[in-house]
C-alpha cells in the first residue's frame, strides 16, 4: 500500500487523497490518480489477460525516441525517400475531388477505389486475384487479429516458424493459442519437421487451425522458403486440409536471387491465406493492409473486422487509390529497392569487422532484417540494456519465440537509418557483446568459443557436477524441473547485469535441442 494508493476500504476525509498526492496536486484543486493498485481491478480482468504479452517491439520503440539513439530495432521503412512534394499534391488532389467521401465511413470490405491497386501489387509477383476477393484491413497486423479471432479457440494448436514474427507473438497469446514452432535452416521452415509434428499432434488427436510463415525474407530470420518446400507445404496443407496463412510484407523488396511464386498462387486460394500490406513498400503510416481468403473464411473474418474498427481508413484507402493512379509506384519501391540493398551490404560488412568470434548472422536476398546468433552462453535481453546505455537498440531474440527460447539471439534492421548509423551502431553492439564474452571468460577461467566454459561443450555444464558462480560469488540458482528437463551439455550462460552475472540454461534445453535453429544459415566472422 502507498500514500497514493490508499486502502479503498478504509473510511477517508473528503480531500484527504488530494491532501496525500502532495501540495502541487492539492493547490490544483484536483482529485489524486490512483497508481500501481493492481488488486483494486484484478477481478475485472478477462482470463486471457493472464498470458497476453507485449509486443518486444513496441515496448524498444518508446526506448529509441531519442534522438541519439541508433535504432536497429524496428521494422522501420524508411519514410524520408518518400518525396514530400509528391505527398503534398496527391493530397491536395484528393481533397479536391474527394474530400467527402475521404472523410466519410466505408464499406467493412474496403473501397472499390482501392481494389486494383491491391489486385496489381500481388499480380506484380504472379499472383492474380479477383478484386472481389480482397478484404482491406487496417494494416497486414490486422489480418493475423482476424484469423485468430476467426479460426483460434482457447488451446487450439497453431504453427508457426521458429523464430516467428515477433508482432504476431502477442496476438496468438490473446486468442490462447498453443503455438507449437517449427525451425527453420537457410531454406526457410523445415517441412521434414513440420510433418513429424503433424504426426505427433494427429496421434494427439489435435489438428492446427492454421500454420502462420513468412515464407520470402522471413521475419525476423531473413531467410526465404525453397520453391521445393512451398510446394511441399501447399501440398500438406490440401492433403491435410489445413489453412496457411501466408504473411507477405517484403516480396517485392528484394535485392538478389530469382522470385519465387506465393503460397497463394501454388494452392490457387484453396486453404491459403494471404496477408498483405502496403506498410514495407509505401507508407506504414496509412496503415493498409488487405486478405485473400477462401471465400467462407473470408465473410467470417468480415464479419469480426465489424466488430473491431467497423472499416479501414477511407482517407487513407482514397489516398493510396490517387497515388497509384498520378505516379509510377513501382519506380517508387525500386528506388526503396537500391537503397535497402546498399544498408543491408553496409550491415553484413559491420558484422564482418565488429562481430567477436563465434556470432553468426543470416544474410538475406531481401526484406529488412538480419537475424544474429551469439554464444550460447549471453543473453540479448540483458545485452540489449547495455546497448542502450550506449545508444544503440535491436530486438532481443526472445519476442519471437513462446517458450523462452532465443536468449542468444537478436533482430537487427537495416531499413530504417542511414548507412553510417549502420555501421557505427552494429560497431556498439559489437563492443557489448566483446565486453560480455570477456566477463564470461573471466568468470570461468575457460574459452570464449561457442560451446560454453574451457574443455568442451561439457564442461560446467548444468547438472553435471559443476559449479557455475555469478559475478558476486555466490552460486547459480539450478533450473527448475520442466518437461524436457534434463542435463544440459554446455557452461552455464554468462550475461551482464550490473557487473555481470550467471544463468543456468532454459530447464526445457536438452543437449539435443538446438536453442536457435537459424545457426546454419549464419555466416561466421571471417568466412563467405
Avoid at 84 to 98: C, I, N, T
Avoid at 286 to 309: C, L, N
Avoid at 390 to 416: E, H, K, Y
Avoid at 454 to 464: F, L, P
Amino acid at each position: 500500500m502507498t500514500v497514493e494508493d490508499p486502502d479503498p476500504t478504509a473510511p477517508q476525509a473528503p480531500g484527504a487523497a488530494a491532501a496525500a498526492a502532495g501540495p502541487s496536486s492539492a493547490a490544483a484543486g484536483s482529485p489524486a490518480r490512483p497508481t500501481g493498485d493492481l488488486e483494486r481491478y484484478a477481478g475485472l480482468f478477462a482470463q486471457r489477460t493472464r498470458v497476453m504479452k507485449s509486443s518486444a517491439m513496441r515496448d524498444i520503440m518508446a526506448l529509441t525516441e531519442r534522438p541519439e539513439v541508433i535504432s536497429l530495432a524496428g521494422g522501420l521503412a524508411d519514410t524520408t525517400l518518400f518525396p514530400a512534394e509528391d505527398l503534398a499534391q496527391v493530397l491536395s488532389h484528393m481533397a479536391a475531388g474527394d474530400s467527402a467521401r475521404a472523410l466519410q465511413y466505408a464499406p467493412t470490405e474496403g473501397m472499390a477505389d482501392i481494389r486494383p491497386v491491391l489486385t496489381e501489387v500481388m499480380a506484380a509477383e504472379g499472383t492474380i486475384v479477383d478484386e472481389d476477393e480482397i478484404l482491406v484491413t487496417t494494416g497486414g497486423q490486422q489480418v493475423i487479429d482476424l484469423v485468430c479471432k476467426t479460426l483460434v479457440d482457447a488451446g487450439d494448436v497453431v504453427i508457426a516458424e521458429a523464430p516467428t514474427y515477433p508482432g504476431a507473438v502477442p496476438t496468438f497469446s490473446a486468442y490462447e493459442a498453443d503455438l507449437v514452432q517449427i525451425e527453420m535452416d537457410e531454406d526457410g521452415m523445415r517441412i521434414d519437421l513440420l510433418e513429424e509434428t503433424l504426426e505427433r499432434l494427429a496421434a494427439e488427436g489435435r489438428k492446427p487451425k492454421f500454420i502462420y510463415t513468412i515464407p520470402t525474407f522471413q521475419n525476423p530470420g531473413g531467410v526465404t522458403m525453397s520453391l521445393e518446400r512451398r510446394r511441399r507445404l501447399v501440398q500438406i496443407a490440401q492433403e491435410r486440409q489445413i489453412l496457411v496463412l501466408e504473411d507477405n510484407p517484403y516480396g517485392l523488396l528484394r535485392y538478389e536471387g530469382e522470385s519465387l511464386p506465393t503460397l497463394y498462387s501454388l494452392d490457387e486460394g484453396r486453404f491459403v491465406i494471404y496477408a498483405g500490406t502496403l506498410s514495407k513498400i509505401l507508407s506504414p503510416g496509412i496503415r493498409v493492409g488487405w486478405a485473400v481468403a477462401p471465400a467462407p473464411v473470408r465473410q467470417k473474418m468480415v464479419v469480426g473486422k465489424q466488430g473491431s474498427d467497423l472499416n479501414s481508413s477511407a482517407l487513407s484507402q482514397l489516398f493510396v487509390s490517387y497515388y497509384f493512379r498520378e505516379r509510377d509506384w513501382r519506380d517508387y519501391v525500386r528506388h526503396q529497392a537500391e537503397v535497402y540493398r546498399a544498408r543491408r551490404d553496409v550491415m553484413l560488412d559491420a558484422l564482418e569487422r565488429h562481430m567477436p568470434e563465434g556470432a553468426t548472422w543470416t544474410r538475406p536476398q531481401g526484406g529488412l532484417f538480419v537475424w544474429v546468433t551469439l554464444p550460447d552462453y549471453l543473453d540479448t535481453t540483458d545485452l540489449l540494456a547495455r546497448a542502450l546505455q550506449r545508444d544503440v537498440a535491436f530486438v532481443p531474440g526472445r519476442g519471437a519465440f513462446l517458450d523462452g527460447r532465443g536468449g542468444d539471439s537478436m533482430r537487427i534492421n537495416f531499413s530504417g537509418v542511414t548507412e553510417e548509423a549502420i555501421a557505427e551502431g552494429v560497431a556498439r553492439i559489437g563492443a557489448v557483446v566483446a565486453e560480455q564474452i570477456e566477463l564470461y571468460a573471466s568468470l570461468t577461467g575457460g574459452s570464449r568459443g561457442r560451446g560454453g566454459a574451457a574443455g568442451g561443450s561439457g564442461a560446467g555444464a548444468h547438472g553435471a557436477g559443476a559449479r557455475a558462480v555469478s559475478a558476486d560469488g555466490g552460486p547459480v540458482r539450478p533450473a527448475p524441473d520442466g518437461p524436457g528437463a534434463g542435463p544440459v551439455a554446455r557452461g552455464p550462460r554468462a550475461v551482464g547485469g550490473r557487473g555481470g552475472y550467471v544463468t543456468p540454461p532454459h530447464p526445457g534445453r536438452t543437449a539435443n535441442a538446438p536453442i536457435v535453429p537459424l545457426r546454419t544459415a549464419g555466416r561466421r566472422r571471417g568466412t563467405a
